[in-house]
C-alpha cells in the first residue's frame, strides 16, 4: 500500500522560512507526479504544486509561485516543499500526494 508521511510543520514567524518534507514507499515514486496540498482553516484544500516524475516540471499556484519551491529525489522517495516569507495565510495542514493516496498531513502554523 501507498504511504506518505510528510515532516516538517512548525510555528513559523511571519516571513519566516520552512522547509517540508514527504517519505514515500509503496509505489513506484520514480515514474509518480507528486503534489504538495494543503488544508487551510475555514477555506477548504488549496492545491500547492506539483512536481513530474523526473523532477523537470514543475508549476505552482498563483499564491505559492514565486515564494515556493517543490523538489524531489527519487534516490530517496522524498519529496520537498522549501517555503519562505510566509504569511498567516500560509497556516493550514500541508498534505503530499501521489494523486491516489494522501500522507496524514503536517502543520504549519505562522504567527507571531
Known amino acids: 500500500q501507498d504511504q506518505l508521511v510528510e515532516s516538517g510543520g512548525d510555528l513559523v514567524q511571519p516571513g519566516g522560512t520552512a522547509r517540508l518534507s514527504c517519505r514515500c514507499s509503496g509505489f513506484t515514486f520514480s515514474m509518480a507526479w507528486m503534489h504538495w496540498v494543503r488544508q487551510v482553516p475555514g477555506k477548504g484544500f488549496e492545491w500547492v504544486a506539483v512536481i513530474s516524475p523526473d523532477g523537470s516540471t514543475k508549476y505552482y499556484s498563483d499564491s505559492s509561485k514565486g515564494r515556493f519551491a517543490i523538489s524531489r529525489d527519487n534516490a530517496e522517495n522524498t519529496i520537498n516543499l522549501e517555503m519562505r516569507n510566509l504569511g498567516s495565510v500560509d497556516t493550514g495542514v500541508y498534505y503530499c500526494?501521489?494523486?491516489?493516496?494522501w500522507g496524514q498531513g503536517t502543520q504549519v502554523t505562522v504567527s507571531s
Open positions: 500526494t501521489n494523486e491516489d493516496y
